[in-house]
């Protein structure tokens, strides 16, 4: 059954980064693009970027290009989301979310909270 | 990217069939086959239920239905049920290995 685990909650301080990983299970790594995906309290679901586990590329949204940075590492199956000079506006639930064969994210991750707060 | 619009709500009886729309761009939803649809319950992750406009996953009863016409797509479902109450989000390929997800849509079942 593929599975993507994610890390738990984080309270960060206004300013501050935040790194949440996303561990992928029974599934070829290498062979599905993984998105991140965050919620906003309340609000709807908003894309932040892509990257491509083989070559390690990423596509981020605009605005996100000057704060996010998403890696991998191939050897865990892992990817991480890192998100810079956190805001308030900042706070919200981060999923990642598995590319399909087509474009369209087929399995999910169970969400990270992320707060930022002081 | 602006996000795609869809309305606030809508609401059904059960049995009955609601439609939501999601209206785009000629650079998004205009412009691709890859609209998906997904439902979410409350504290729960989104779960896929249309992908390439009006194709299933394994185990999405076909109650639920996709279909598009130039900048618009649109999400059916045939005989409200209960646990169908949920938020559902449209999203769309926008090219480059980028993507656009809709506002949301509460669906409401009396």
């Known amino acids: 059954q593929v599975q993507l685990v994610q890390s738990g909650a984080e309270v960060k301080w206004p300013g501050a980064s935040v790194r949440v990983s996303c561990k992928a299970s029974a599934y070829t790594f290498n062979d599905h693009y993984v998105n991140w995906v965050r919620q906003a309290p309340g609000q709807g679901l908003e894309w932040m970027g892509i990257?491509?586990?083989?070559?390690?590329?990423?596509t981020y949204a605009q605005r996100f290009q000057d704060r996010v940075t998403m890696t991998r590492d191939t050897s865990t199956s892992t990817v991480y989301l890192d998100l810079s000079s956190l805001r308030f506006e900042d706070t919200a639930v981060y999923y990642c979310a598995r590319m399909g064969i087509s474009y369209y994210l087929d399995y999910w991750g169970q969400g990270t909270l992320v707060t930022v707060s002081s | 990217q602006s996000a795609l619009t869809q309305p606030r709500s809508v609401s059904g009886s059960p049995g009955q069939s609601v439609t939501i729309s999601c209206t785009g761009t000629s650079s998004d939803v205009g412009y691709y086959n890859y609209v998906s649809w997904y439902q979410q319950h409350p504290g729960k992750a989104p779960k896929l239920l249309i992908y390439?406009?009006?194709k299933w996953p394994s185990g999405v009863p076909d109650r639920f239905s996709g279909s598009k016409s130039g900048n618009s797509a649109s999400l059916t479902i045939s005989g409200l049920q209960a646990e169908d109450e949920a938020d559902y989000y449209c999203c769309s390929y926008a090219g480059s290995y980028s993507y656009v997800f809709g506002s949301g849509t509460k669906v409401t079942v009396l």
């Open positions: 990257i491509n586990p083989f070559s390690g590329s990423a």
């Open positions: 390439d406009v009006s």
